[in-house]
């Protein structure tokens, strides 16, 4: 039998699937140059050249931001009432070595491929929404209008939201790997396949830090601004620095989110998950609607008039399929779980009480829909924060500061920012979007004075 010649053969893949136009060269600073994908082409699809390459250690920092929860507490008084809590909430970031992204970007992509087949075959091709190559042009408020549409078509239906706690940092590996075959259609892993998944869950990493902190000893603090760098260090001097600050993720469970291999493994992960969940939804109702965004799912089952009748049962059997999959790395916690039940064009909690539906950044209360709070307090504050760094420019040249790229990004003239579009892009035709559905959507309204507050903050000088 002719031994296959690389991934692509073994899995039928015409290089046409490949958008290859989608690999762009980045820009940041890392063990490796940065090189062209044309040189890199040949090389990601020699299975021979896979299984011998030496995979370079990712950078590593994390983000630390404020999450805002909000927590039930009783009074003096006994009065249970609702207050807001902040939490810290860290990120990890990994990023790869130039070639490195490369080769998980298209072993992502052909992955991917065999996951679309795999997903229509097996009838969980319509449950996973994200990072999926075979949506194209479609985005959270599509989604987002899909599950909302789906839910006003009933009198009365049971919505169950949850998400996974710390999801790419408690993916199994066995698990993943065992899927993976399946998905793939093969006994075992190909040496390739072998050599980028171990890789990819047994990743090492050096801190960013230590690697700022080696380039200021080199160049001094000064000349470190102002020296332009191919790569951080010459492989000479890695081969010393490695030594001391390489670390290795030893646990049998975690993939670093970000890399372009780790997308597709979320959803290749689920697939008993998701065909065992929509199984149980279809058996409560027929119409019943199953959608998971990466780690955020949401489930409708429409109900009979004792609806609320059905919550503590329904909420039960979900978190008794949920437990199943522990070991897999699927944890969900009490304050990720929300029930609401739609009746009579409202939204209500399990108390029966007034409430909101909050799914992929829109909220509704039955009658309005809005973007989240949270959203746009994220928009404003970055575009404020670019307007204060345009102001300070002009300030200091006497010139006027550069406004450009600052109102491409955050307001209506940069409609079709590099053909993506931006936030104020997105909510206008998200609110185009959402005015199909039985109620009034706001968020227009929300987005209409975002000129006014950029601009004034862009061309007005604040003493702080």
Not at 55 to 82: M, Q
Not at 281 to 310: F, M, T, W
Not at 326 to 343: A, F, S
């Amino acid at each position: 039998m002719k031994q296959s010649n690389g991934p692509r053969e073994l899995h039928n893949l015409p290089s046409s699937e490949i958008n290859w136009a989608s690999y762009e060269p980045k820009n940041y600073l890392h063990f490796d140059r940065r090189i062209d994908v044309e040189y890199m082409k040949s090389k990601v699809q020699d299975k021979q050249w896979i299984t011998s390459y030496a995979f370079l250690p990712s950078l590593h920092f994390d983000i630390t931001f404020n999450k805002y929860v909000t927590v039930k507490r009783a009074n003096e008084k006994g009065i249970i009432i609702k207050q807001k809590e902040k939490k810290k909430k860290v990120r990890k970031i990994f990023y790869a070595a130039h070639k490195d992204s490369y080769i998980y970007k298209y072993y992502g992509d052909v992955l991917n491929n065999a996951y679309n087949e795999y997903a229509t075959k097996t009838r969980i091709d319509n449950i996973a929404v994200a990072y999926r190559n075979n949506k194209k042009g479609k985005n959270s408020a599509d989604f987002a209008f899909e599950v909302f549409n789906h839910m006003f078509n009933f009198e009365q239906a049971v919505v169950i939201s949850m998400d996974f706690t710390s999801f790419f940092d408690k993916i199994s590996h066995k698990k993943l790997k065992q899927n993976i075959k399946r998905v793939l259609g093969q006994e075992t892993l190909p040496e390739d396949w072998y050599k980028v998944f171990r890789n990819l869950t047994k990743y090492t990493y050096i801190e960013k830090n230590a690697t700022e902190d080696f380039l200021k000893k080199k160049y001094g603090i000064k000349k470190r601004k102002k020296v332009h760098l191919s790569r951080i260090m010459e492989p000479h001097e890695f081969r010393d620095f490695k030594r001391c600050h390489i670390q290795i993720n030893k646990n049998e469970y975690g993939i670093p989110q970000g890399s372009g291999m780790s997308a597709v493994c979320s959803n290749v992960h689920l697939i008993d998950f998701d065909r065992e969940l929509a199984q149980w939804a279809k058996q409560k109702h027929p119409n019943a609607l199953y959608r998971r965004y990466c780690d955020d799912l949401i489930l409708i089952i429409p109900v009979s008039n004792d609806g609320e009748g059905s919550f503590h049962e329904i909420k039960k059997e979900i978190i008794g399929i949920v437990e199943k999959y522990k070991e897999d790395g699927l944890i969900i916690q009490d304050e990720k779980t929300e029930m609401r039940l739609y009746k009579n064009k409202s939204i209500l909690n399990e108390n029966m009480e007034a409430a909101t539906l909050d799914y992929l950044g829109f909220v509704t209360d039955g009658r309005f829909m809005r973007i989240r709070e949270k959203s746009l307090f994220k928009y404003y504050t970055r575009a404020y924060r670019k307007a204060k760094t345009s102001r300070r420019i002009s300030y200091a040249t006497k010139r006027p500061g550069p406004r450009k790229e600052l109102y491409d990004l955050y307001t209506h003239l940069g409609y079709d920012y590099k053909y993506y579009g931006n936030f104020i892009s997105y909510a206008y035709k998200a609110h185009a979007l959402m005015n199909n559905l039985p109620t009034n959507s706001l968020i227009r309204k929300q987005i209409k004075r975002h000129w006014y507050k950029v601009h004034k903050r862009a061309t007005t000088r604040y003493d702080s």
